[in-house]
């Protein structure tokens, strides 16, 4: 497998934190594999954010390396890996300039200097695949939630990036928004091979990943599946997540001096396992 | 205070080319003291009804009496001042609306504004401040250099610093860390019990409406399609479910338990309810420590 992110021994402290001697992140190191899906959560203010801003220059390491798709972060590469990397944010008001869907898609790819023609195709390509090229034409101010931040993917999606980061995008939207745009990346990471990095507060989301690293204190304090990860149980809360649902019915149960194994199940598993127990004359 | 809508419609820009029915055939009570959840899609006409509950809207038809109050399409907008006072609403992500230049000075606006002193207005203030959690430490703070968190409890005690006997919350919790969904429900809790405040959420959170709420109201298409205690409403999951809406993790759970044969007297709301009706079958059976 290819490596499309490595990050090395990464520090990073914010100005204020100069005097208190406090670090926002804490030589933290990992690696990403072209098309995996990596979860990222942590309670506030655990460095998540940060993490995700070093990673394509916003912010500059204290010290440490990045290494995106064969390029080491510094300033002469920093644009190149900027185009690299689409970063999908919280909110879908603030993420628009254009004054319809379709100029708000081609912004990046002006700014990137594509030429015109190539420009209207990978538009349209790019909100065909988001399934929003019959609002081409709209204000994004008319749209819901779920389709703004779907026009917001397009965007990224057009400037053709390796890797997308969802930085808590789906926060702000209605169930069904959710479902939407969770949906869609699904598809734009089979379909294209796209690597994502979610950072997440949703267990749903969470559940997507291949792997979900936990961020504590600036620093990365666990990796793993999400059956590893969640079998943590109540500990989840003060990682930032919820506690999957057979989860809370285990410790429920055991409050209740039920018996029950203590390895991870997953809703249909517990329902199997209940299932099970009942027939059990 | 209780609310009451009778045969309540509204039509957005009636009279024009460009008129559009947001709410029709409205009817509700809302008792005093009540913890009500409003739950619906986006677009369902819950933020239309929202906007009726403190005069911001008034009906096209129909009557709505609030407290002692009764509005109808020719009631004078001056009429409606009152109303602001005793209806308060936090809407969706009230941080965006905070703007003084500390904590304190944000959450007395509004009892200034109504007329009360500096010194009664901070007075008023620092009660608030204290009902919503935020320490004393953080008075003199910019409200901009809060958390996420923090920030819409100072907005949330600006609206209480009116003093209002109902409070409207339109999703609350939306964009907060599970731990501080937790705890701001749990304020609310406290709010609705100590201060004998009426509360009315609007919630996607299926579970918040099982743990909170004594009446649950479900919109869809600018109507009431179901209304009743979140025991009756979640009592035939498929309903809902039909209607592309949610039900509590416990009541979809069970209601896959169900389907494996599991019968229940009434369908579980909560973990605890569930974990209580299968500790209770399945030791019948003897199924598990009975026998081990």
Redesign the interface.
Known sequence: MTEVIKVDHLNYQYEAQKELNEMALKDVSFTINKGEWVAIIG???SGKSTLSKNINGLLAPKSGEITVDGLVLSTETVWDIRRKIGIVF?NPDNQFVGATVEDDVAFGLENNGIERKEMQERVRDALERVDMWQFAAKEPARL??GQKQRVAIAGIVALRPEVIILD?ST??L????RDEVLSLIHQLKDERGLTIISIT?DINEAASADKIMVMDGGQLVKQGTPAEIFALGEQL??M???VP?PE??K???K?????IPDDYMT?EG???W??Q????? | MAIKFNEVAFTYQKGTPFESQALHDINLEIEDGSFTAIVG???SGKSTLLQHLNGLLKPTEGEIQIGEQIITPETPNKALNNLRKQVGIVFQ?PEAQLFEETVIKDVAFAPKNFGKTESEAEAIAAKMLQLVGLPESIYQQSPFDL???QMRRVAIAGILAMEPKILVLDEPT??L????R?DMMAMFEELHREQNLTIILVT?QMDDVANYADHAIIMSKGTIIKSGTPRAVFSEPDFLLNN?L?VP??TL?SK??TE???SFANMPLT??E???D??A??SR?G???AN?
Do not use: C, I
């Open positions: 309670h506030n203010g919280q819901s939630g808590e926060s702000m209605d169930p069904e928004g507060h809360v003060d930032g997540l919820d649902y809370r019915l410790a429920a149960l409050k209740r001096h039920f018996d809703e517990m329902v199997d209940l299932w127990l009942n027939s059990t004359k | 899609h986006t677009g992500f958390s996420g968190g939306a964009g860390d599970p731990r501080g937790v996607h592309h949610n993790t416990t759970f896959k338990l494996k044969g599991f973990e605890a569930l974990a209580d299968l500790v079958l399945l059976k199924g598990h420590d081990e």
